[in-house]
């Protein structure tokens, strides 16, 4: 007898119901810090937006009833005493429902249709079925009734201020079934040979095949595995308006964009299982790379900004990825990920580098990632270690990239950068006990308690000894039982929900991690990485994570978390059954 693998559970306020490729997904979570009474489809197209709202209805439409609502990733269900109603997806732009003993009440959840706002309602004389257009997603969402009836209709082509939605029954005491299509624009009339149990079953493997591929090392040691699995699959949409490949975002609550440093961590933990859509990751925001070679603050559907940059993590992240890869890079791909990061790299040392400086400068905290460190509290265009850091371990990729490819004379001047770049650092900034910050446009300098002043240990073998050892000492000083503090917890701008104020973030862990093994710091990353993922294990994946209390902070289902655990833990895992 074969047992279904239904995956883990997760609570709906914390992680949204949704399947691979799809652009909307099911959750009360309207927009940040906004929990709705009941589940709403949600939209990820021209931003975030609730169109529908499915209420749990008993005897009469109106009769609304407060039904438990559980989800694994092939199912959700309401379930009350009177009755369950269960919701799967079928394919990403289609969810089917089946209800017995409880009606469903699908309604627009805007109330006001303008010119340009809101959703309208109509019955299509076609096949019969009910279609709401929205004018924010630009899409429609088709409900037609498989089996049972439509029994009341509110708001049938109505205009203005009006409730528009329609409620599914069953006749008799039998099960009603229906089908939401999210549609471009027409669309053939619904037709499917599934039951809705052979869609369970098929949502049941197709999350059970990609969880192995990710994660075939988990055990109970890992026990968050699974779960962190579901979020990066659940978060994964189409290629569609100007998210030009597959594509993880961040989140599929408020926070749905592709940053330009967060995809990375995405790409790592995809990349031995799922080789190319690692690739797409990595290279999502090089596809927005402008003419002077920079990479986008962020993507997403409808919008690509630019007012900032990300910080050039792209040299470490390329380099660790494909030691990852289970098949070497091609000499094309090879090719274009050299010329794509040699542009990036240039706009560093061109545009973010006054006449005569060798270090090169963040124009605002946003720059660096860490929007709000207190390292940009005296001034915000600012010369940084962790930035000549990173900058640092990218030369050393170009020149290792430029190696491989041939281009021999390339190499030698990338890996002369480099070390003159590494040699500035600690001219400028290194005073024999720290790093300090000073100001892009004088010699002020300064120290701070934030974490980001101690990231160049991502430098790891780079590092003089002594230096290295200096940078862990302090490291150890922002460890708290849940993991990195990144602002000191004894300093007077610690905060609990700073941002980066305090708050524990996966990126800054998982590098300052790997930089500890490599600078020989063993012990330390052991802890680091053992913290960390019982902090996941206990308190999910979260955009950060209160430092002395380890609560869940901000976007709850957040990706790069997910990614950052799944690496954490394999590798955990391989040292703990390596011979």
């Not at 309208?120 to 089996?147: C, K, N, Q, W």
């Not at 961040?250 to 080789?275: E, I, Y």
């Not at 950068?417 to 910050?437: H, K, P, S, V, Y």
């Amino acid at each position: 007898m074969t047992v279904a693998r239904t995956g883990p559970a997760f609570s709906l306020h914390d992680i949204p119901f949704s399947t691979h490729g799809s652009w909307f997904g099911i959750s009360p979570v309207l927009a940040e810090k906004t929990y709705a009474e009941d589940l709403h489809l949600v939209s990820h197209r021209n931003g975030m937006h609730a169109v529908l709202r499915l209420v749990a209805a008993g005897s009469t439409p109106t009769d609304r009833v407060a039904a438990r609502i559980t989800a694994t990733p092939s199912r959700l269900s309401w379930i009350h005493d009177s009755g369950r109603i269960d919701l799967a997806y079928e394919a990403p732009d289609t969810v089917r429902l089946r209800g017995t003993g409880l009606r469903l009440r699908i309604a627009a959840a805007a109330r006001t249709l303008t010119p340009f706002t809101g959703t309208y309602l109509y019955r299509d004389p076609v096949d019969g079925a009910h279609v709401f257009t929205s004018y924010e997603t630009g899409h429609r969402y088709r409900v037609t009734v498989l089996a049972g009836a439509v029994d009341q209709v509110l708001g049938d082509q109505a205009l203005g201020e009006a409730e528009r939605g329609l409620t599914i029954t069953a006749q008799g005491d039998g099960m009603w079934e229906a089908v939401i299509q999210e549609l471009d624009s027409a669309g053939r009339p619904y037709a499917s040979s599934a039951t809705f149990d052979e869609v369970v079953g098929a949502a049941e493997r197709d999350f059970a095949a990609f969880a192995d591929a990710v994660a075939p090392w988990r055990s109970s040691d890992t026990p968050a595995a699974e779960l962190a699995a579901y979020v990066l699959w659940s978060a994964t949409v189409e290629a569609a308006g100007l998210v030009t490949r597959p594509a993880v975002l961040m989140s599929k609550h408020w926070m749905d964009k592709v940053w330009s440093w967060d995809h990375c961590f995405n790409a790592l933990a995809l990349a031995p299982g799922l080789p190319a859509p690692a690739w797409d990751q990595y290279s999502l925001p090089f596809d927005h790379q402008d003419a002077d070679g920079a990479l986008p603050d962020s993507v997403t559907h409808s919008e690509v900004l630019r007012n900032f940059v990300k910080p050039p993590i792209h040299g470490w992240a390329l380099a660790r990825l494909r030691g990852r890869l289970p098949e070497p890079l091609s000499r094309t791909e090879l090719t274009a990920a050299y010329r794509r990061l040699s542009r990036w790299t240039d706009y560093w040392l061109t545009a973010r580098r006054a006449p005569g400086a060798a270090l090169p400068h963040y124009q605002h905290g946003n720059d660096s990632g860490w929007d709000n460190a207190t390292t940009f509290d005296p001034a915000r265009l600012v010369v940084s270690a962790d930035l000549a850091a990173f900058l640092t371990l990218q030369l050393h990729e170009l020149a290792s990239l430029a190696t491989e490819l041939d281009l021999l004379d390339e190499a030698r001047r990338w890996t002369r950068l480099a070390e003159a770049t590494q040699e500035a650092m600690l001219d400028e900034l290194w005073t024999g006990e720290r790093f300090t910050a000073r100001s892009a446009g004088g010699g002020d300098t300064w120290t701070s308690s934030s974490l980001l002043d101690l990231m160049p240990i991502a430098l790891g073998e780079h590092l003089p000894e002594h230096v290295a050892k200096s940078l862990a000492s302090r490291i150890e000083n922002h460890l708290t039982p849940y993991g990195l503090a990144t602002e000191l917890p004894t300093s007077p701008h610690y905060r609990p929900d700073g941002y980066w104020r305090g708050p524990i973030w996966a990126p800054a862990t998982v590098l300052v991690e790997d930089g500890l093994r490599r600078s020989g710091h063993q012990r330390l990353a052991d802890t680091i990485s053992a913290r960390f993922r019982g902090l996941c294990e206990t308190h999910g994946f979260a955009e950060n994570f209160d430092a002395l209390t380890g609560t869940g902070l901000r976007d709850r289902a957040y990706t790069w978390t997910a990614s950052s655990y799944l690496l954490l833990a394999e590798a955990h895992e391989r040292r703990r059954t390596a011979p």
